[in-house]
Structures are given as structure tokens and as C-alpha cells.
Nanobody, 121 residues
């Protein structure tokens, strides 16, 4: 059984900052790319940022220069520092992790339950 537990969402004023965390726990043999997605009201879920096991990152154009993704491989945790937040960043943010649960098992993508980020004055 694998779980991804997110934390750090909330209400913040425009220009403010938040830090999201996502910890993977349970049966984990190998953890691969981890990422953050978001789904705003009436919108499709979209990739925000992702980071490989080796630390390579990619970002959506809308958050480049404002958000920073990082990970702690020893703790199976991914973080996302969000600065200069805008009202259009309002969304439910989901963590995704690709992992192999057992030796020789398949690589499967797991999702967290989502955390709400609201940017409003």
C-alpha cells in the first residue's frame, strides 16, 4: 500500500508565498519522477513542475521564476516553494509520484488527495 500525503495549502494574499510538501509512504522499492499538478475551477488538470530522482526539473511557463520544486530522496518527499502568488494560481494542487513498490514490480503512478491553494485579497 502506497500513500502520498500533501500539506501546506491554504489562503494567501496576492504576492504571498506558500510551501507545499508531499510525502510518499508505504511499500516503496524505487521512487522516480515526482511532480505537482493543479486543477483550477472549470479547468483541466495541468502539470506545474516535476523533478527526477537525479534532480532535473521542469516547470510550466506560467510558474517559471516563481515556483521552485525540490525533493529529499532519503525521506521520499517532494516540496514546492511558491512565491509571488497570483489569483490565477488558485487551484487544487496534486502530488504525483512514479514508483515501483516491490522488486521487479511495475512502475505505477500514484496521486495524492490534493490540497487547496487560494490566492485572494
Amino acid at each position: 500500500q502506497v500513500q502520498l500525503v500533501e500539506s501546506g495549502g491554504g489562503l494567501v494574499q496576492p504576492g504571498g508565498s506558500l510551501r507545499l510538501s508531499c510525502a510518499a509512504s508505504g511499500s516503496i522499492f524505487s521512487l522516480y519522477t515526482m511532480g505537482w499538478y493543479r486543477q483550477g475551477p472549470g479547468k483541466q488538470r495541468e502539470l506545474v513542475a516535476a523533478i527526477t530522482r537525479g534532480g532535473n526539473t521542469n516547470y510550466s511557463d506560467s510558474v517559471k521564476g516563481r515556483f521552485t520544486i525540490s525533493r529529499d530522496n532519503a525521506k521520499n518527499t517532494v516540496f514546492m516553494q511558491m512565491n509571488s502568488l497570483k489569483p490565477e494560481d488558485t487551484a487544487v494542487y496534486y502530488c504525483k509520484a512514479g514508483l515501483v513498490a516491490v522488486v521487479a514490480g511495475p512502475k505505477i503512478d500514484y496521486w495524492g488527495q490534493g490540497t487547496q491553494v487560494t490566492v485572494s485579497s
